[in-house]
């Protein structure tokens, strides 16, 4: 299975797949844990409706440079529970 896949196609590959339809309200309070464990890394984010979107060009140099900011970011959204994709 693939992120993005059709319901058919994973009920295909899996036809034990249990599917369930989203919920707005849950994937809006994942993506608020989200953007709080995130703040601390800067203060200027933004909320959108699959992620949280970071400005970090003022805090590279206080974490370290890209890398090291991105393995930190990295461990926070997976401490959340959240896929990461960079």
């Known amino acids: 299975m693939q992120i993005g896949q059709s319901s058919a196609t994973a009920l295909a590959l899996l036809p034990r797949l249990v599917v369930q339809p989203r919920d707005a309200a849950r994937e809006a309070a994942c993506v608020e844990t ?36 991105q393995r930190r ?14």
Request: hydrophobic fraction near 55%.
């Open 34 to 69: 989200l953007a709080l464990a995130q703040s601390a890394l800067t203060p200027r984010l933004c909320l959108a409706p699959s992620g949280v979107l970071l400005e970090v060009s003022q805090t590279l140099r206080l974490f370290g440079g890209v890398r090291a900011l």
């Open 73 to 86: 970011a990295l461990a926070l959204a997976r401490d959340c529970g959240a896929q990461v994709r960079l």
